[in-house]
C-alpha cells in the first residue's frame, strides 16, 4: 500500500521502531500532501520475524504506534492504516501502549509484551495517550471482515500461521474476550463483533475501540485516493493480480475491486496470479476477465509483447 501511494508522488519517510519482539526494524511510511500512509506489517509484520522465531505469544504491534506516532510528529492530519501479514496477536494493546495508554493487573503491576498476561488485566489508564490521536481521523484499509473473537475470530483463524498451538490460539482467544470486556467497561462501548476488528491480530479492534477509526476495503481505500477510477477512463486493457486468486479474491480484495471500477468504464481486466484456483478463475472468467497463472518472467514477457502492441 505505501509503495503504491509513493509510485503514485507521495514522499517516503523512514523511522527506526520497534518490531514485532523488540528488535530494531526501520519501516517505511508515505506522506501525501497531509495524508499520512501507513502498513502494520512494516512495523509488526510476520515477514520481519525468521520462521524459527516466530512467537505470537510475546509479538506485539508496539511499533505501529510508534510508526502513527511518527506520522504525527510529521504533520499528518489523516491517517490510512493498512492492516495484513500480522506477526502479532496482541489486539493492538502494544500499539495503544505506544501511544500511551497503560495496563494493569489487580495488583496494579503494569503489563506488557505478553499477551497472555492480559488474561489478568483488570485497569486500563488512557490518560496518557497522546491527544492527537483522537482528533486526526483515521481510516483502516483492509480486507479482513473477521470479528475479534470466537471460531471466526483473530486467534482462530490465523493464530496457528503465527505459530500458535491448540492450546495457545484458545489461550489467545478468551485472553482477547477478557480485553474486550474491561476496554467495554472503561469506554462504554463494544467493537469486538465489528467487521474488521480481527484483522492483524486485533489490531482493527484496537483502532476502532480506542481511535474510533473507520474501517474500509483496501482496494476501495487506494482506488479513491489514486483516482483510479479516473485513469481507467479511455484505457484499452487494465491488467491487475496477486499472489493467489481464490475464494477471498471473490469476496472484496483487490482484483475483485479493480474489476468492478474496470467493467465500469467497459475496459477488458486481465488477472495474473503465482496460483489460481480453477473456480476462482471460472467465476471471474464469467464476468469477463481473463486469469493467467504466471511467474515473474511470464509477467515480464507479457508487459513487453503488450507494450509492442501499442507501438504498432
Do not use: W
Not at 473477521?146 to 500458535?164: D, F, T, V, W
Amino acid at each position: 500500500t505505501v509503495e503504491a501511494f509513493i509510485r503514485a508522488g507521495a514522499t517516503r519517510h523512514s523511522v527506526r521502531v520497534h518490531g514485532p519482539l523488540g528488535d530494531p526494524v526501520d519501516a517505511p511510511f508515505a506522506m501525501l500532501e497531509n495524508t499520512a500512509i501507513i502498513e502494520m506489517a512494516a512495523a509488526s509484520g510476520l515477514g520481519l520475524v525468521p520462521h524459527e522465531r516466530r512467537d505470537v505469544m510475546h509479538a506485539d504491534t508496539f511499533g505501529t504506534g510508534e510508526l502513527l506516532m511518527a506520522a504525527l510528529d510529521e504533520g499528518a492530519a489523516r491517517v490510512i492504516v493498512g492492516l495484513g501479514g500480522s506477526a502479532t496477536n496482541d489486539g493492538g494493546t502494544g500499539m495503544l501502549r505506544a501511544l500511551g495508554a497503560r495496563f494493569t493487573d489487580e495488583t496494579g503491576t503494569p503489563l506488557d509484551r505478553a499477551i497472555a498476561r492480559y488474561a489478568r488485566l483488570d485497569e486500563i489508564d488512557l490518560a496518557g495517550v497522546d491527544s492527537r490521536t483522537l482528533h486526526v481521523p483515521i481510516t483502516i484499509a483492509s480486507d479482513v471482515d473477521n470479528p475479534l473473537c470466537g471460531a471466526r475470530g483473530a486467534s482462530r483463524m490465523y493464530g496457528a500461521q503465527k505459530g500458535a498451538n491448540p492450546a495457545q490460539i484458545a489461550l489467545l482467544d478468551s485472553t482477547l474476550e477478557h480485553v474486550a470486556d474491561v476496554a467495554a467497561r472503561y469506554l462504554g462501548k463494544d467493537e469486538r463483533n465489528k467487521r474488521g476488528a480481527g484483522a492483524a491480530g486485533g489490531l482493527g479492534y484496537a483502532l476502532m475501540q480506542f481511535l474510533n477509526a473507520r474501517l474500509e476495503r483496501g482496494v476501495q481505500v487506494i482506488a479513491e485516493e489514486l483516482d483510479l477510477r479516473d485513469a481507467l477512463q479511455g484505457a484499452a486493457l487494465c491488467v491487475t493480480g496477486e499472489g493467489k486468486i481464490d475464494d477471498q479474491t471473490l469476496h472484496g480484495k483487490t482484483v475483485s475491486g479493480v474489476v468492478e471500477l474496470a467493467r465500469s468504464q467497459q475496459v477488458p481486466v486481465v488477472a495474473f496470479a503465482g496460483v489460481v484456483e480453477p473456480h476462482a478463475k471460472a467465476e471471474l472468467e464469467e464476468r469477463g476477465v481473463t486469469v493467467c497463472q504466471a511467474d515473474s518472467s511470464v509477467l515480464e514477457s507479457a508487459a513487453r509483447e503488450f507494450a509492442t502492441g501499442l507501438k504498432r
